[in-house]
């Protein structure tokens, strides 16, 4: 690829969620992860859903075998996530009353942030908390968390973390930070003034996670991400790209030319964020067309299939990955 002037010699570690059904039965899968990435997050297995089917025992199977898997190879893990409005059990979507819900958030992080003390570098504590028109009477997702616990679950998800894990390094984790209209400089606006309430009552928070699933049809507010990340760095916060793929559906078929926009909407992304501040990592949401939640959640209208990742679905190098390179 072009080298960018933006591109400074310091390389910014890159990774990918990693997802364990296909990490076992696809050893290229595996490969591509020992080649590509100094960061590995395991996909779902950290989630509500995974550990806590049965309520009263915690199955770390998955997460166990991905661990494992990244220590092996010397790579750094990210953790997603310890609390979320989805991918919970049913037993989770059904608690009533606020005591249940502190008793059962602090549990959980207690034991998952214990089990892997040391070893997962960074957690992405909260995820998607923030409303997502908050122009539309914000700021918060509903979600059980929020229904029963109010604003304070974030204070009770970071409190928690940080009392178990004080080395960790804990982020707020959301999407939608970079779209050109007024509802994602709302959502930037929350996160700011979620952080900074945080840090006012002395929870500790070190940084913003942007999912960033980039919606190839809309572009990106280049201005608006500068602006956000001197608002980070004024705060003293870290910025880090945590979920990054291409959502290409409303694109044409024509697989070069997806491809050859997909890059160019990274790079536009990219370069917009790492000019204001470099990012702590940069992480795809995995690395293969052959494997991506776009397929499901975003599925196109013609026989054509999604192109969202640096990798086609045959493991040969996009057009995006020579701009993700330009970083590393
Ligand atoms: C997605 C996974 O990729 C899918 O495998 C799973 O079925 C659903 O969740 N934002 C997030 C991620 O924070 O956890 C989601 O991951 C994608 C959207």
């Known amino acids: 690829g072009t080298d960018s002037a933006l591109a400074a010699a310091r390389p910014i570690p890159f990774g990918s969620a990693a997802e364990i059904d296909t990490f076992r039965k696809d050893a290229r899968y595996r490969e591509a992860l020992k080649r590509y990435c100094d960061v590995i997050v395991p996909m779902n297995d950290l989630k509500w859903e995974a550990l806590r089917h049965d309520r009263p025992r915690f199955d770390f199977s998955g997460a166990d075998e991905l661990v494992a898997f990244a220590e092996a190879n010397r790579k750094v893990l990210r953790g997603h996530t310890l609390l979320w409005g989805e991918a919970l059990p049913n037993w989770a979507r059904e608690m009533t009353t606020r005591a249940e819900a502190e008793r059962e958030l602090v549990n959980h992080i207690e034991i998952v942030v214990d089990r892997y003390k040391g070893r997962i570098a960074t957690w992405d504590v909260v995820n998607e908390v923030i409303k997502y028109d908050p122009t539309e009477g914000g700021p918060w997702r509903d979600t059980i968390w929020q229904r029963l616990l109010g604003p304070e679950h974030v204070d009770i998800a970071f409190r928690t973390a940080a009392r178990v894990d004080p080395k960790a390094r804990l982020v707020l984790n959301d999407f939608h930070f970079e779209e050109p209209v007024p509802g994602a400089a709302a959502r930037r606006k929350v996160a700011l003034d979620i952080c900074r309430r945080l840090k006012d009552k002395g929870i500790p928070v070190h940084g913003v996670g942007m999912q960033a699933h980039l919606y190839a049809d809309k572009g990106i507010d280049v201005d608006g991400l500068q602006r956000f990340m001197r608002d980070l760095d004024e705060l003293g916060l870290d910025v880090e790209i945590t979920e ?80 993700l390179e330009r970083y590393r």
Request: glycine share 2%; net charge positive.
């Open 244 to 323: 990054l793929d291409v959502i290409d559906w409303k694109l044409p078929a024509d697989a070069a030319k997806r491809d050859k926009t997909a890059a160019a909407l990274v790079s536009t992304f990219l370069d917009a964020v790492v000019s204001a501040k470099r990012p702590k990592a940069i992480v795809t949401w995995g690395l293969t067309d052959r494997y991506s939640w776009v397929h499901e959640t975003f599925p196109r209208k013609d026989s054509a299939r999604a192109r969202p990742l640096p990798l086609d679905a045959d493991y040969r190098q996009k057009p995006m990955m020579a701009v």
